[in-house]
T-cell receptor
Framework: EAGVAQSPRYKIIEKRQSVAFWCNPI?????LYWYQQILGQGPKLLIQ????????DSQLPKDRFSAERLKGVDSTLKIQPAKLEDSAVYLC????????????FGSGTRLTVV | AQTVTQSQPEMSVQEAETVTLSCTYD???????LFWYKQPPSRQMILVIR??????QNATENRFSVNFQKAAKSFSLKISDSQLGDTAMYFCAFLYPPMNYGGSQGNLIFGKGTKLSVKP
């Protein structure tokens, strides 16, 4: 099966600019996750969708981050305006509950804010 | 709140030897899942092994095995016959709840990772 697709792979922006990341999950996976992975740390959940509804966005900095999952398939994560501390890898993952608690991760977008 | 701690930022091992990566976690729950993920430079997280907390038997996957000590809240990963391709970041992760209300799979909580280098 095709994997989780993410784009772009790399992005460099200046602080206070805006940026958007795109994720296309595994076909049929109802649950989609966005994680932020700062250098030297493990991934931290930003937002979780079930179909096109939000399950958990408690750690999403809502004053600057937003995410949507239209039609319960693709998802977009946006940052506006970006800060230096937003420099990180943004990972998208998807899952379908089949009882094996599997997650499929994309290769992420590395964001550098200068 | 659940937390995951990996106390070894970096480790190295000679090819063909055995190495053990440590992980401890904190939870008051009894039904949960634990994972080890590998992250090579490509950045994609790859599942190495999974353990259900209600199972006493330690999980094994080929050269990878775990030592799960539920009372001690410890979940270490043993890699036998290390290969150059095992060089990567390794993350311990905790899943709770397995299922959210509404039927979606829960969220993974990760440790900070251990950088493993396998030397020829």
């Amino acid at each position: 099966e095709a994997g989780v697709a993410q784009s772009p792979r790399y992005k460099i922006i200046e602080k206070r600019q805006s940026v958007a990341f795109w994720c296309n999950p595994i076909s049929g996976h109802a649950t989609l996750y966005w994680y932020q992975q700062i250098l030297g740390q493990g991934p931290k959940l930003l937002i979780q969708f079930q179909n096109n509804g939000v399950v958990d966005d408690s750690q999403l900095p809502k004053d600057r981050f937003s995410a949507e999952r239209l039609k319960g398939v693709d998802s977009t994560l946006k940052i506006q305006p970006a800060k230096l501390e937003d420099s990180a890898v943004y990972l998208c993952a998807s899952s379908a509950y089949t009882g094996d608690y599997g997650y499929t991760f994309g290769s992420g977008t590395r964001l550098t804010v200068v | 709140a659940q937390t995951v701690t990996q106390s070894q930022p970096e480790m190295s091992v000679q090819e063909a030897e055995t190495v053990t990566l440590s992980c401890t976690y904190d939870t008051s729950e009894s039904n949960y899942y634990l994972f080890w993920y590998k992250q090579p430079p490509s950045r994609q997280m790859i599942l190495v092994i999974r353990q259900e907390a209600y199972k006493q038997q330690n999980a094994t996957e080929n050269r990878f095995s775990v030592n799960f000590q539920k009372a001690a809240k410890s979940f270490s990963l043993k890699i036998s016959d290390s290969q150059l391709g095992d060089t990567a970041m390794y993350f311990c992760a905790f899943l709770y709840p397995p299922m959210n209300y509404g039927g979606s799979q829960g969220n993974l909580i990760f440790g900070k990772g251990t950088k493993l280098s396998v030397k020829p």
